[in-house]
């Protein structure tokens, strides 16, 4: 089983849609959690920490699932700027040093 | 915004060639990290590095790479003899680490826009 799976898309998204996406990760003893954003060929950038209540920010809401070991990302009001792939990343610690383990990332296209 | 720069932007080797890709971490950050990415693959943890000491390391970072903080500003990964498989995306990141339950959250890592090497 991958470390950390997510579905590949391409989600083709209309204008001021909701999109949604998951993603697994097989290491129950993970402690960090976020979303990453990466345009084509571009180094990815963090969109928010995910966080065990659930967190949202503006039209971003992020939710994990320890039971279940899957985290959420939902978008609302999809703009065509949110058009890139999304990274869902896990850490096995809060603690500075640890490796990040990176999905493959879910593509999303937001059409006019 | 401070923001982790990384040099050249593009680099072209021929096989067996030693390189070196040059990272400029943020300023008042404390731990440093190469990630790599294949064409169309994932992210790949490469090396974290912390007070002048390898933390952790992948299996991916044999004996052909190493790591060096020569001065206080840049952190380095050398390839000591390129392969054509090391063609891919060399990110370098930092991050911040404030053992404090009142701190804000820094155990983010912020990376740079990374160096494109192509092994011929």
């Known amino acids: 089983r991958k470390e950390v799976e997510q579905d590949p898309g391409p989600f083709n998204v209309p204008e001021g849609a909701t999109v949604a996406f998951n993603c697994t990760y097989s290491?129950?003893?993970?402690?960090?959690f976020f979303w990453y954003r990466q345009d084509c060929r571009k180094e990815p950038k963090l969109l928010m920490s995910?966080?065990?209540s659930g967190n949202e920010d503006g039209r971003f809401t992020a939710q994990l699932n320890r039971a279940s070991q899957y985290i959420s990302l939902l978008i609302r009001d999809s703009k065509l700027s949110d058009s890139a792939t999304y990274l869902c990343?896990?850490?096995?610690?809060?603690?500075?040093?640890?490796?990040?383990?990176f999905g493959g990332g879910t593509r999303v296209l937001v059409k006019p | 915004e401070p923001e982790v720069t990384q040099t050249p932007s593009h680099q072209v080797t021929q096989m067996g060639q030693e390189v070196i890709l040059r990272c400029v971490p943020i300023?008042?950050?404390?731990?440093f990290y190469w990630y790599r990415q294949i064409l169309g693959q994932k992210v790949e943890f490469l090396v974290s590095?912390?007070?002048?000491?390898?933390?952790?390391k992948s299996e991916i970072f044999d004996d052909q790479f190493s790591v060096e903080r020569p001065d206080g500003s840049n952190f380095t990964l050398k390839i000591r003899s390129t392969k054509l498989e090391d063609s891919a995306m060399y990110f370098c990141?930092?991050?911040?680490?404030?053992?404090?339950?009142?701190?804000?959250?820094?155990?983010?890592?912020?990376f740079g826009p990374g160096t494109r090497l192509t092994v011929l």
């Open positions: 290491n129950s003893a993970s402690q960090s």
């Open positions: 995910v966080y065990s």
């Open positions: 590095f912390y007070n002048n000491e390898i933390s952790e």
């Open positions: 990141a930092s991050s911040l680490w404030v053992n404090s339950s009142e701190a804000p959250r820094t155990d983010t890592q912020y």
């Open positions: 300023s008042n950050h404390l731990y």
């Open positions: 990343v896990v850490c096995k610690s809060r603690a500075a040093g640890n490796k990040l383990t």
